[in-house]
Protein backbone atom coordinates (compact mmCIF):
# COMPACT_ATOMS: atom_id res chain seq x y z
CA UNK A 1 0.00 0.00 0.00
CA UNK A 2 2.52 2.62 0.66
CA UNK A 3 4.88 1.51 -2.37
CA UNK A 4 1.57 2.12 -4.22
CA UNK A 5 1.00 5.50 -2.03
CA UNK A 6 4.42 6.63 -3.05
CA UNK A 7 4.15 5.87 -6.72
CA UNK A 8 1.12 7.73 -6.87
CA UNK A 9 2.97 10.50 -4.71
CA UNK A 10 5.75 10.53 -7.70
CA UNK A 11 3.45 10.79 -10.70
CA UNK A 12 1.46 13.73 -9.14
CA UNK A 13 4.84 15.59 -8.67
CA UNK A 14 5.53 14.93 -12.08
CA UNK A 15 2.44 15.95 -13.41
CA UNK A 16 2.38 18.98 -11.60
CA UNK A 17 6.27 19.75 -12.65
CA UNK A 18 4.79 19.47 -16.58
CA UNK A 19 1.52 21.60 -15.67
CA UNK A 20 4.17 23.99 -14.14
CA UNK A 21 6.33 24.45 -17.33
CA UNK A 22 3.24 24.97 -19.68
CA UNK A 23 2.36 28.79 -20.28
CA UNK A 24 0.30 28.74 -23.19
CA UNK A 25 -1.83 26.12 -24.81
CA UNK A 26 -2.77 26.92 -28.67
CA UNK A 27 -5.64 23.88 -30.11
CA UNK A 28 -4.41 21.79 -27.29
CA UNK A 29 -0.49 22.18 -27.87
CA UNK A 30 1.50 23.22 -24.98
CA UNK A 31 4.20 26.15 -25.31
CA UNK A 32 6.25 25.54 -22.25
CA UNK A 33 8.33 28.07 -20.48
CA UNK A 34 11.29 26.93 -21.33
CA UNK A 35 10.31 27.15 -25.10
CA UNK A 36 9.58 31.10 -24.56
CA UNK A 37 12.84 31.43 -22.53
CA UNK A 38 15.27 29.94 -25.67
CA UNK A 39 13.26 31.56 -28.29
CA UNK A 40 13.96 34.60 -26.69
CA UNK A 41 17.32 34.06 -26.21
CA UNK A 42 17.91 33.13 -29.79
CA UNK A 43 16.02 35.87 -31.64
CA UNK A 44 16.57 38.74 -28.67
CA UNK A 45 12.62 38.87 -28.86
CA UNK A 46 10.73 40.26 -25.84
CA UNK A 47 8.29 37.77 -24.30
CA UNK A 48 5.20 38.95 -25.45
CA UNK A 49 7.36 38.94 -29.38
CA UNK A 50 8.56 34.89 -28.24
CA UNK A 51 4.64 33.64 -27.17
CA UNK A 52 3.38 35.18 -30.54
CA UNK A 53 6.33 33.60 -32.76
CA UNK A 54 5.35 30.00 -30.96
CA UNK A 55 1.67 30.74 -31.12
CA UNK A 56 2.78 31.28 -35.15
CA UNK A 57 4.49 28.38 -35.23
CA UNK A 58 2.19 26.03 -33.81
CA UNK A 59 -0.95 27.49 -36.14
CA UNK A 60 1.94 26.46 -38.78
CA UNK A 61 2.23 23.19 -37.38
CA UNK A 62 -1.38 22.16 -37.28
CA UNK A 63 -1.96 23.54 -40.94
CA UNK A 64 1.13 21.12 -41.88
CA UNK A 65 -0.57 18.05 -40.63
CA UNK A 66 -3.76 19.29 -41.88
CA UNK A 67 -2.57 18.91 -45.50
CA UNK A 68 -0.22 16.24 -44.59
CA UNK A 69 2.67 18.41 -46.21
CA UNK A 70 5.98 15.77 -46.37
CA UNK A 71 9.40 16.36 -47.18
CA UNK A 72 11.11 13.66 -48.95
CA UNK A 73 15.17 12.71 -48.91
CA UNK A 74 15.68 14.00 -52.33
CA UNK A 75 14.35 17.65 -51.04
CA UNK A 76 16.67 17.28 -47.54
CA UNK A 77 19.64 16.50 -49.65
CA UNK A 78 19.07 19.37 -52.30
CA UNK A 79 19.08 21.71 -49.75
CA UNK A 80 21.60 20.09 -47.98
CA UNK A 81 23.94 20.60 -51.51
CA UNK A 82 22.44 24.32 -51.71
CA UNK A 83 23.31 25.34 -48.30
CA UNK A 84 27.15 23.73 -48.38
CA UNK A 85 27.42 25.87 -51.89
CA UNK A 86 26.33 29.16 -50.60
CA UNK A 87 29.02 28.37 -47.74
CA UNK A 88 31.69 27.60 -50.37
CA UNK A 89 31.74 24.26 -49.14
CA UNK A 90 32.02 20.53 -49.99
CA UNK A 91 28.72 18.73 -48.98
CA UNK A 92 31.11 16.17 -46.59
CA UNK A 93 32.89 19.47 -45.07
CA UNK A 94 29.72 21.09 -44.43
CA UNK A 95 28.25 17.96 -42.98
CA UNK A 96 31.65 18.12 -40.60
CA UNK A 97 30.84 21.46 -39.78
CA UNK A 98 26.82 20.84 -38.61
CA UNK A 99 28.41 17.83 -36.51
CA UNK A 100 31.13 19.98 -34.83
CA UNK A 101 28.14 22.45 -33.79
CA UNK A 102 25.20 20.63 -33.35
CA UNK A 103 24.15 16.87 -34.57
CA UNK A 104 22.88 15.51 -38.22
CA UNK A 105 19.79 14.42 -37.04
CA UNK A 106 18.85 17.95 -35.39
CA UNK A 107 20.21 19.95 -38.25
CA UNK A 108 17.88 17.47 -40.78
CA UNK A 109 14.62 17.95 -38.27
CA UNK A 110 14.75 21.41 -38.38
CA UNK A 111 15.70 21.40 -42.05
CA UNK A 112 12.27 19.67 -42.82
CA UNK A 113 10.59 21.89 -40.73
CA UNK A 114 11.54 24.57 -42.44
CA UNK A 115 11.05 22.89 -46.43
CA UNK A 116 7.50 22.36 -44.44
CA UNK A 117 6.58 25.72 -43.97
CA UNK A 118 8.08 26.54 -47.33
CA UNK A 119 5.52 24.48 -49.00
CA UNK A 120 3.42 25.77 -46.80
CA UNK A 121 3.44 29.32 -47.62
CA UNK A 122 3.90 28.65 -51.32
CA UNK A 123 0.33 26.53 -51.17
CA UNK A 124 -1.34 29.47 -48.86
CA UNK A 125 -0.13 32.13 -51.14
CA UNK A 126 -1.34 30.39 -54.41
CA UNK A 127 -4.65 29.64 -53.33
CA UNK A 128 -4.90 33.49 -51.57
CA UNK A 129 -3.34 35.50 -54.38
CA UNK A 130 -5.49 35.81 -57.59
CA UNK A 131 -3.21 36.16 -61.06
CA UNK A 132 -3.92 39.79 -62.41
CA UNK A 133 -4.99 40.77 -65.74
CA UNK A 134 -2.97 42.36 -68.42
CA UNK A 135 -4.31 45.93 -67.18
CA UNK A 136 -4.42 45.25 -63.96
CA UNK A 137 -0.37 44.49 -64.24
CA UNK A 138 0.32 47.60 -65.97
CA UNK A 139 -1.28 49.56 -63.47
CA UNK A 140 0.65 48.29 -60.63
CA UNK A 141 3.99 48.26 -63.00
CA UNK A 142 2.67 52.65 -63.77
CA UNK A 143 1.95 53.21 -60.44
CA UNK A 144 5.37 51.66 -59.10
CA UNK A 145 7.44 52.54 -61.45
CA UNK A 146 10.70 52.81 -59.02
CA UNK A 147 10.52 49.19 -58.76
CA UNK A 148 11.46 48.97 -62.05
CA UNK A 149 14.07 50.55 -62.40
CA UNK A 150 18.11 49.24 -62.65
CA UNK A 151 21.03 51.15 -61.60
CA UNK A 152 23.71 51.63 -64.52
CA UNK A 153 26.96 50.81 -61.87
CA UNK A 154 27.48 50.35 -58.81
CA UNK A 155 30.16 51.59 -56.33
CA UNK A 156 31.57 48.99 -53.85
CA UNK A 157 34.84 48.00 -51.28
CA UNK A 158 35.47 44.33 -52.66
CA UNK A 159 36.70 42.06 -49.87
CA UNK A 160 38.57 39.02 -50.79
CA UNK A 161 40.24 35.88 -48.66
CA UNK A 162 40.84 32.51 -49.04
CA UNK A 163 39.18 32.00 -45.30
CA UNK A 164 35.33 32.44 -45.17
CA UNK A 165 35.94 32.82 -41.16
CA UNK A 166 38.18 35.47 -42.19
CA UNK A 167 35.51 37.70 -43.99
CA UNK A 168 32.92 37.00 -41.59
CA UNK A 169 35.17 38.43 -39.27
CA UNK A 170 34.90 41.82 -41.87
CA UNK A 171 31.07 41.93 -41.28
CA UNK A 172 32.04 42.08 -37.75
CA UNK A 173 34.59 44.50 -37.97
CA UNK A 174 34.94 46.45 -41.46
CA UNK A 175 37.74 48.31 -40.66
CA UNK A 176 39.66 44.74 -39.97
CA UNK A 177 43.11 44.76 -41.13
CA UNK A 178 44.66 41.66 -41.96
CA UNK A 179 47.67 40.82 -44.25
CA UNK A 180 45.60 37.48 -45.73
CA UNK A 181 42.99 40.20 -46.51
CA UNK A 182 42.67 41.97 -50.03
CA UNK A 183 40.73 45.19 -50.03
CA UNK A 184 40.09 47.47 -53.15
CA UNK A 185 37.55 49.79 -54.15
CA UNK A 186 35.39 49.12 -57.74
CA UNK A 187 33.08 50.70 -59.62
CA UNK A 188 30.85 48.04 -61.54
CA UNK A 189 29.42 48.56 -64.92
CA UNK A 190 26.02 46.32 -64.53
CA UNK A 191 26.06 45.44 -68.31
CA UNK A 192 29.11 44.25 -68.15
CA UNK A 193 28.95 41.92 -65.14
CA UNK A 194 27.76 37.55 -64.66
CA UNK A 195 24.05 37.80 -63.94
CA UNK A 196 24.84 35.67 -61.29
CA UNK A 197 26.44 38.51 -59.81
CA UNK A 198 24.53 41.34 -60.79
CA UNK A 199 21.30 39.08 -58.99
CA UNK A 200 23.50 39.66 -55.88
CA UNK A 201 24.38 43.15 -56.34
CA UNK A 202 20.29 44.24 -56.96
CA UNK A 203 19.62 42.56 -53.76
CA UNK A 204 21.91 43.92 -52.07
CA UNK A 205 20.87 47.20 -50.40
CA UNK A 206 23.32 50.45 -50.39
CA UNK A 207 25.40 50.80 -47.26
CA UNK A 208 24.60 46.75 -46.90
CA UNK A 209 27.02 43.70 -47.16
CA UNK A 210 26.19 41.06 -50.09
CA UNK A 211 26.64 37.45 -48.88
CA UNK A 212 29.74 35.56 -48.97
CA UNK A 213 30.79 34.37 -52.86
CA UNK A 214 32.68 31.57 -53.90
CA UNK A 215 35.30 32.93 -56.90
CA UNK A 216 36.77 29.36 -57.47
CA UNK A 217 37.57 26.40 -55.14
CA UNK A 218 39.54 28.46 -52.36
CA UNK A 219 38.88 31.74 -52.98
CA UNK A 220 35.83 33.83 -51.45
CA UNK A 221 34.45 37.41 -51.97
CA UNK A 222 32.39 39.78 -49.98
CA UNK A 223 30.74 42.86 -51.24
CA UNK A 224 29.99 46.09 -49.62
CA UNK A 225 27.46 48.45 -51.70
CA UNK A 226 28.37 51.73 -51.28
CA UNK A 227 26.06 53.46 -54.01
CA UNK A 228 23.66 52.15 -56.75
CA UNK A 229 24.22 54.85 -59.60
CA UNK A 230 22.25 55.52 -62.76
CA UNK A 231 18.31 54.64 -63.04
CA UNK A 232 17.48 52.30 -66.20
CA UNK A 233 14.06 51.35 -66.84
CA UNK A 234 12.82 47.99 -67.57
CA UNK A 235 10.52 48.00 -70.87
CA UNK A 236 6.74 46.76 -69.27
CA UNK A 237 6.32 44.60 -72.55
CA UNK A 238 9.32 42.84 -73.13
CA UNK A 239 9.97 42.45 -68.83
CA UNK A 240 6.05 41.47 -68.18
CA UNK A 241 7.02 38.27 -66.60
CA UNK A 242 9.67 40.23 -63.86
CA UNK A 243 6.73 42.59 -63.60
CA UNK A 244 4.32 39.65 -62.40
CA UNK A 245 7.06 38.20 -60.17
CA UNK A 246 7.47 41.50 -58.26
CA UNK A 247 3.60 42.50 -58.16
CA UNK A 248 3.10 38.25 -56.18
CA UNK A 249 6.68 39.39 -54.05
CA UNK A 250 5.27 42.89 -53.12
CA UNK A 251 2.52 41.15 -51.79
CA UNK A 252 3.46 37.88 -50.43
CA UNK A 253 4.21 39.25 -46.74
CA UNK A 254 0.62 41.31 -46.39
CA UNK A 255 -0.98 37.85 -47.79
CA UNK A 256 0.60 35.52 -45.30
CA UNK A 257 0.43 38.33 -42.03
CA UNK A 258 -3.47 38.75 -42.58
CA UNK A 259 -3.77 34.59 -43.24
CA UNK A 260 -2.13 33.66 -40.23
CA UNK A 261 -3.94 36.54 -38.07
CA UNK A 262 -6.94 34.87 -39.04
CA UNK A 263 -6.26 31.48 -38.16
CA UNK A 264 -4.74 32.72 -34.59
CA UNK A 265 -8.20 34.44 -34.03
CA UNK A 266 -9.95 31.26 -34.92
CA UNK A 267 -7.98 29.20 -32.86
CA UNK A 268 -8.21 28.12 -29.19
CA UNK A 269 -5.41 29.93 -27.05
CA UNK A 270 -5.39 29.56 -23.24
CA UNK A 271 -2.87 31.67 -21.14
CA UNK A 272 -1.78 30.06 -18.38
CA UNK A 273 0.50 32.04 -17.01
Known amino acids: MKKILLLMAVSVSIYAGVIDGIAVVVNNEPITLYEIKKTQKQFKFSNEQAV ?53 EHFNSELT ?30 NNIGLFKMPTHVEVIKYTAYSQSLLRAVLQNPMLQNPDLKQEEEKIDLKKTSRALLEVILKTKESSFSPILPLNKNLFMLLYVKNKIGAKKFDFESSKDKVLMIYYKTRESTVLRSFFNKQIADSVITIIR
Open 113 to 142: KQIQREKLYQMILRSEIKKPTDDELLAYYR
Open 52 to 104: NFLVKRKVEDNLINERRIEVNEYEINDRFKQLAKREGLSLAKFQEMIRRQSSL
